[in-house]
């Protein structure tokens, strides 16, 4: 790929038009003074493997990869990474230089700087961590928690199986608990997960009690739409400290960045007001 071509990337699902994921990545063109573009594509399964083959020949770098193509775009890709491969999704493409597309997730990397930033004592080896959903979301969580040493992982989904194939892939430090009595298992957790779509705009609410929230603990809702869920805000009321589901998303987003625009862009007010404009 000729290094005089304008580079390109973006994003790929169905729908994609709500996605932040364009007015991020084209504050960081701006910001950092790169002429390069970033552009939404709404792309069908039945066309993915068309596309993807032909972006690298318009000078596309990479693209992110958003619902439902995650599992789709690993299968199609050349070579993955161990983080996706255990993930068994792909949320980044890199188009390289041979032609060859590889396919990362770097979902477990945003969750964790998200709260190391936002939560600057977090720590998340003195204690379990109680996790709501059982999605892709939650596996790249349960991945990141385990490679930072949580001891334990408290599951619960509304769909129990789904729970317990996880429980199968990661392991025995993984306890699956009835969503019936998932808000039990708040009780001795200091990390608190929301990976469902419970609560977000649109969707049913997260009707999970949470009386048992521990004061200190660390909660995060991945939703970010809106910012303030009712597990933040009856958390913030229990003395936790909570961290918003935005800055995943622009964490997440960091390192594809650097991969196809060659410079690391960093995540500050700026970023944040730039996603939600």
């Given at each position: 790929?000729?290094?005089?071509?304008?580079?390109?990337?973006?994003?790929?699902?169905?729908?994609?038009?709500?996605?932040?994921?364009?007015?991020?990545?084209?504050?960081w063109l701006k910001t950092l003074g790169i002429s390069g573009y970033y552009i939404p594509m709404d792309v069908s399964e039945a066309d993915l493997e068309t596309v993807l083959r032909s972006l690298p020949k318009m000078g596309f770098r990479g693209v992110n990869i958003t619902v439902p193509h995650k599992e789709k775009a690993l299968e199609l890709a050349d070579?993955?990474?161990?983080?996706?491969?255990?993930?068994?999704?792909?949320?980044?493409?890199?188009?390289?230089?041979?032609?060859?597309?590889?396919?990362?997730n770097t979902d477990g990397y945003g969750f964790t700087e998200n709260l190391r930033q936002?939560?600057?004592g977090w720590a998340p080896e003195s204690g379990p961590a109680a996790v709501l959903g059982a999605g892709g979301a939650a596996r790249a969580v349960i991945?990141?928690?385990?490679?930072?040493?949580?001891?334990?992982?408290?599951?619960?989904?509304?769909?129990?199986?789904?729970a317990e194939a996880l429980q199968s892939q990661f392991g025995r430090r993984v306890t699956v608990i009835d969503w019936v009595q998932a808000g039990n298992m708040l009780e001795e957790s200091v990390t608190?997960?929301?990976?469902?779509?419970?609560?977000?705009?649109?969707?049913?609410?997260?009707r999970v009690p949470l009386d048992g929230l521990r004061k200190g603990a660390v909660?995060?809702?991945?939703?970010?739409?809106p910012l303030q869920t009712r597990l933040l805000i009856e958390a913030e009321k229990a003395g936790c400290v909570t961290v918003d589901g935005l800055g995943m998303l622009l964490h997440q987003a960091v390192p594809a960045?650097?991969?196809?625009?060659?410079?690391?862009?960093?995540?500050?007010?700026?970023?944040?007001?730039?996603a939600l404009r």
């Open positions: 790929m000729s290094q005089d071509r304008i580079p390109l990337a973006g994003v790929i699902g169905s729908p994609v038009a709500h996605s932040r994921s364009p007015q991020l990545h084209t504050h070579t993955v990474t161990d983080r996706a491969t255990i993930i068994g999704a792909a949320n980044t493409l890199v188009f390289r230089h041979d032609g060859q597309i590889q396919a990362d936002n939560a600057p991945a990141a928690l385990l490679d930072l040493g949580v001891p334990e992982i408290l599951l619960s989904n509304r769909t129990r199986v789904r608190v997960v929301n990976t469902t779509s419970l609560g977000m705009v649109g969707n049913p609410p997260l909660v995060t809702d991945l939703v970010y739409a960045f650097e991969r196809w625009f060659g410079t690391r862009p960093e995540v500050d007010a700026g970023t944040r007001a730039a």
